[in-house]
């Protein structure tokens, strides 16, 4: 049975980090849903591109994905911080033990907001992490902490999402296939215990 990732999508998101995720994601056979974390599908992203979500966060508040992912995006992240649905439907995925997996501004903005950080190892963007009161910054490209999984920025988008599938699926060998299919040699699964 496939797993089934939820991202979620305010105005301003960051769309290359968006789409570079749900391509990765797609490519490992990983079920992805954009929810759209307002009152409507179109959203306008951080360049102003017109996108449309595949459906409403308040209508899936009651589906429990094995993943939530969250792009960053200046105005995005402000924009999901301030949504009350957004916090709750990320804190009962992580009571829930699924990963939940921001990237760029969104682990200080989004989880550092709401103090869902809870004392994990994180990384963000720039110099956010410094009004972060509840988590641990590390400055790596991504960091792993038990069901929490962040990305630095756009960047390593790539090495985010992958990282992301692995753990989901486990399939090292079709992983390290799109690898080099699309991202070449710059990434591997490494086989480590995670925390």
């Known amino acids: ?94 009571d829930a033990g699924r990963l939940i997996c921001p990237l760029c501004s969104a682990a200080a903005r989004v989880l550092g907001g709401h103090n869902l950080l809870k004392g994990r190892r994180y990384v963000c963007s720039g110099d956010l992490w410094k009004d972060v009161t509840d988590g641990v910054y590390v400055d790596q490209n991504v960091v792993e902490d038990g069901n929490l999984i962040s990305g630095k920025g756009l960047g390593v988008a790539f090495d985010f999402a992958f990282t992301i599938a692995h753990r989901l699926t486990g399939n090292t060998d079709d992983i390290n296939y799109q690898v080099e299919h699309i991202y070449y040699d710059s990434w591997r699964v490494k086989e480590t215990a995670h925390a």
């Open 1 to 94: 049975m496939a797993k089934k990732v939820a991202v979620l999508l305010a105005p301003g998101f960051e769309e290359a980090e968006a789409v570079m995720v749900i391509d990765a994601l797609h490519r490992t056979q990983v079920e992805v849903m954009t929810l759209s974390c307002q009152d409507m599908l179109e959203l306008r992203s951080y360049h102003n591109i017109r996108m449309f979500a595949d459906a409403l966060l308040e209508r899936n508040m009651d589906t429990l994905f094995d993943a939530v992912v969250i792009p960053g995006g200046p105005q995005g992240t402000v924009n999901l911080a301030a949504n009350p649905l957004v916090a709750e439907f990320i804190r009962r995925h992580d």
